[in-house]
């Protein structure tokens, strides 16, 4: 026997999560929402999910360890050019890690037109065309 529960009742209210069959059967509050998928939630618990998508985005970031070596505005550039669009998610992306320097990177960009007038207005940062 590989200790692994036999089945998994994908109807019930609590389910078994591959990545850690060893907690055994999990409350379905344990599993995000996924309007995507047929029973409507994420397939792994949200400790495996939330471990997924932190690994994800270490290696997107370890695909590219020149960031660290570039300035805070090219930073945020290439934040930006990853899909980035708020300032939370290119302070994440970029590494930013001081807010100031990120605000200044911000007003740099806007003031050489880089940044989309509109976007800035509802906190969501474009790079101009
Ligand atoms: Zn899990």
Request: charged content about 30%; aromatic content about 6%; hydrophobic content about 35%.
């Amino acid at each position: 026997m590989s200790g692994r529960p036999k089945t998994i009742d994908w109807g019930a209210d609590s389910r078994v999560c591959p990545s850690c069959p060893e907690n055994g059967s999990q409350p379905l509050e344990n599993f995000g929402y996924d309007r995507s998928r047929p029973n409507g939630r994420l397939s792994h618990c949200r400790a495996c999910w939330n471990q997924k998508q932190i690994e994800k985005r270490h290696k997107a970031i370890a695909r590219k360890p020149s960031i660290l070596s570039m300035s805070v505005k090219d930073r945020v550039i290439w934040a930006m050019e990853r899909g980035a669009q708020t300032r939370e998610a290119i302070q994440e992306v970029a590494g930013i890690r001081d807010e100031d320097r990120m605000t200044d990177a911000l007003a740099d960009l806007y003031d050489q037109n880089r940044l989309d007038r509109a976007g800035l207005r509802v906190r969501v940062y474009r790079l101009a065309a």
